[in-house]
């Protein structure tokens, strides 16, 4: 899957989003996106790392403690 097809999926899941808020207002939009992605980017490429966190934190582009912080926020660390 290319970058744009990526950006095709987010772009159709928002759209299908606001559809379903029904003129209802969001709040808090950007938190909530960024929570729902960042857990499922961090378990693909932690399985993908075979749970080597450094070379996850590489590919993420991340300092280690960092990715680690974020592992413990989502309760991916085992």
């Known amino acids: 899957m290319s970058k744009k097809q990526i950006e095709d999926c987010v772009r159709a899941s928002l759209e299908g989003y ?3 808020l029904r003129g209802t ?4 939009m950007y938190e909530m996106l960024l929570k729902v ?7 693909v490429v932690m399985a993908k790392a075979e749970n080597n966190q450094s070379r996850a934190a590489e590919w993420l582009g991340l300092n ?3 990715l680690r912080k974020k592992l413990i926020e989502h309760k991916l660390l085992k």
Do not use: A
Request: charged content about 40%; hydrophobic content about 25%.
């Open 18 to 20: 606001f559809r379903d």
């Open 25 to 28: 207002e969001p709040g808090g």
């Open 37 to 43: 992605v960042e857990k499922p980017l961090l378990e």
């Open 64 to 66: 280690r403690n960092t």
